[in-house]
């Protein structure tokens, strides 16, 4: 199945352009690298697949669910912080707040109600957070 077309994109960056006809689609299980110099438009097609950019021309297909995932080059992280630990913060919050609830259901019927009324969210929390289709890594454009 496919998961993303690009038809004949074309874009253009500070006057100048950065993609002319580019042209390619990405199917289930399907890995994709982009590999080319500093200012080739390698970031541009990631913008593009994730909609923070639009292209000048051409055409864009994402197939329905798709989520575009990306990872930037630079992060504002902590010295000592791990990529992981960077990629895995937004799930750390709602694993932290669901942990006192499940330790208390355990020992309280009382509590079950309320995991239960939270706990169905979580799942959808991690969802929204993790990108399962294409993911990209690269330097932002400025």
């Known amino acids: 199945m496919q998961v993303a077309s690009l038809q004949q994109v074309t874009a253009h960056y500070g006057g100048q352009d950065v993609l002319k006809g580019v042209s390619f689609t990405v199917n289930t299980g399907e890995k994709l690298g982009l590999i080319g110099a500093n200012g ?3 970031t541009t097609i990631l913008r593009i697949l994730l909609g923070r950019d639009e292209p ?23 010295d000592d912080e791990l990529v992981m630990d960077w990629l895995l913060a937004g799930h750390v919050a709602p694993a932290k707040r669901l942990r006192p609830k499940r330790k208390r259901s355990a020992l309280s019927g009382d ?3 309320d995991v239960a009324l939270d706990y169905p969210d979580s799942p ?19």
């Open 111 to 113: 509590v079950v109600d």
């Open 56 to 78: 000048a021309g051409g055409t864009v297909t994402l197939a329905s669910g798709t989520r575009v995932g990306y990872v930037p080059q630079y992060i504002d992280a902590e």
């Open 124 to 142: 959808n929390s991690y969802d929204r957070l993790a990108p399962r289709s294409l993911v990209g890594a690269g330097a932002e454009s400025p």
């Open 40 to 42: 080739s438009g390698k």
